[in-house]
Each structure stands twice: as structure tokens, then as C-alpha cells.
């Protein structure tokens, strides 16, 4: 079955960095385009960064353009997040999300805390 299993979260102070990691199996992974979103405390979940399944296509939000960048390992069926100049706002549960044979899949997140 399709698993999602992110890690990499934690409390960093405002400025810090963080790489999110996501592991997946139970998919093609490499022919998967793959999204990151977060969902802070009390709001919706928001879409944060996406990338095609060949790597060669990204697209960001606004709020993270220039601070935080998406890669992935095809060969690892490993999906990341690099974030840099983390701001407070940045504080959310991070998931990762496949959508395979049109059925939507997530992971159960990992914590960002951001503060000082």
C-alpha cells in the first residue's frame, strides 16, 4: 500500500534551517509528481511547493519563494524540503502528498516550530 513518512521536523529559531525528508514506497515514486503542504495551528492546510516526477518542474507559494526549495531522489523514493530563513509563520505540520491512481495520499507530518 501507499506509505508517506515524513521526518526532519523540530524547534529551530527564527533564521535557522530545517530539511524535511519524506519516504515513500508502495508507489512508482519516480513517475509521481510530489507536493509539500503545511497546516498551522488553527488554519487550513496550504499548498507549499511541488515538483514533477522527473525533477525538472517546480513551483513554489509565494510565502516560501526564495527561502525554502524542493528536491528529490528518485532512486531513494525520497522527496525534501530545504528551508532556510525560517520565520515564526513557518510554524505548521509539514506533510507530503501523493496522488496515485487519482486517490489522494499523505503522510502524518512532522513539526516545525519556529521561535526563539
Known amino acids: 500500500q501507499v506509505q508517506l513518512v515524513e521526518s526532519g521536523g523540530g524547534l529551530v529559531q527564527p533564521g535557522g534551517s530545517l530539511r524535511l525528508s519524506c519516504a515513500a514506497s508502495g508507489f512508482t515514486f519516480s513517475s509521481s509528481t510530489m507536493t509539500w503542504y503545511r497546516q498551522a495551528p488553527g488554519k487550513e492546510r496550504e499548498w507549499v511547493a511541488r515538483?514533477?516526477?522527473?525533477?525538472?518542474?517546480?513551483d513554489y507559494a509565494d510565502f516560501v519563494k526564495g527561502r525554502f526549495t524542493i528536491s528529490r531522489d528518485n532512486s531513494k523514493s525520497t522527496l525534501y524540503l530545504q528551508m532556510n530563513s525560517l520565520k515564526p509563520e513557518d510554524t505548521a505540520v509539514y506533510y507530503c502528498?501523493?496522488?496515485?491512481?487519482?486517490?489522494?495520499?499523505w503522510g502524518k507530518g512532522t513539526l516545525v516550530t519556529v521561535s526563539s
Open positions: 502528498n501523493a496522488i496515485v491512481t487519482l486517490k489522494d495520499y
Open positions: 515538483m514533477s516526477s522527473t525533477g525538472l518542474i517546480t
